[in-house]
């Protein structure tokens, strides 16, 4: 068994069922529209909340701007690291980097997105992981994409340009679910939602997030119900037969 989290920053549940690849993925997965994340609904608390699996007052990381841990907590990367699996990383915002501690990634990837197109930086993270999961052969992988974030903020969020970055990147995740190979478990979500060109308060629309998990555990086309951000990193240290960190505050959603 090895695990795909594939995360879309900023992309709201809402109209998502108008995405041919989503009305196929609410078939084949178990899946919800109204996961919650966490307060303040921003990257990088949301971030460090999924991977660490606690609030913000506990990990610290309130802001885009990393906290140390007053009293540190192993995240999903370091319970996976520490029983003896390989972690692997793709993503283009570099303070994700703190979601993990040194040492703990065996393989990342980082493309700072603002050179290249949307699309392209896209695809380079996404045609990275594909061939470092046939080459390297990880137990976990998480992928990052940023698009729909940076549209959201520009343009403002359900927009048309918006909407246009959530389909290029279903666009990209169907591109990597055709060559993973069949042992694989995808989990996609995301961080948090947005309103207006903002996002960050305890709006229904920054709070509320999809989430489908596919693979053998998962009963396809079953409605998931109370999900968390926060049962995300329980739940895949489940499936990779690794014990969750007893501290952890989300439950396996399986």
Known sequence: ???????????????????PQVQEMMKKAAWCMDAQTVYP??????????????????????????????????GLFEVLHNSG???AMFYSWEPIRDIYRPGKVYYAQFCRAGRLSHTDTLTLLCDGAVNYIHEGNP??????????DSLGHREGWMSDGYMESVQDCWDHIESVLERLPEDYTVI????????DRGHGSDLPEDMT??????????TPGKQLENVSI????PTIASLLGVKPNEEWEGRCLY
């Open 1 to 19: 068994m090895k695990v795909l989290l594939i995360l879309v920053d900023g992309m709201r549940p809402d109209k998502l069922e108008t995405i």
């Open 41 to 74: 609904s921003a990257t990088l608390p949301c971030h460090m909340s999924l991977f660490l699996s606690v609030a913000p007052d506990r990990h610290g990381t309130t802001t885009n701007i990393y906290a140390p841990q007053v009293r540190p907590i192993d």
């Open 230 to 233: 926060m049962d995300i990193a």
């Open 139 to 148: 137990d976990f992988t998480f992928l990052y994409l940023f698009s729909p």
């Open 188 to 195: 996609i979500t995301a961080d948090h939602g947005g309103h």
């Open 85 to 87: 699996k390989m972690n």
């Open 209 to 218: 997030i999809p989430l489908f998990a596919l693979g053998p555990d998962f």
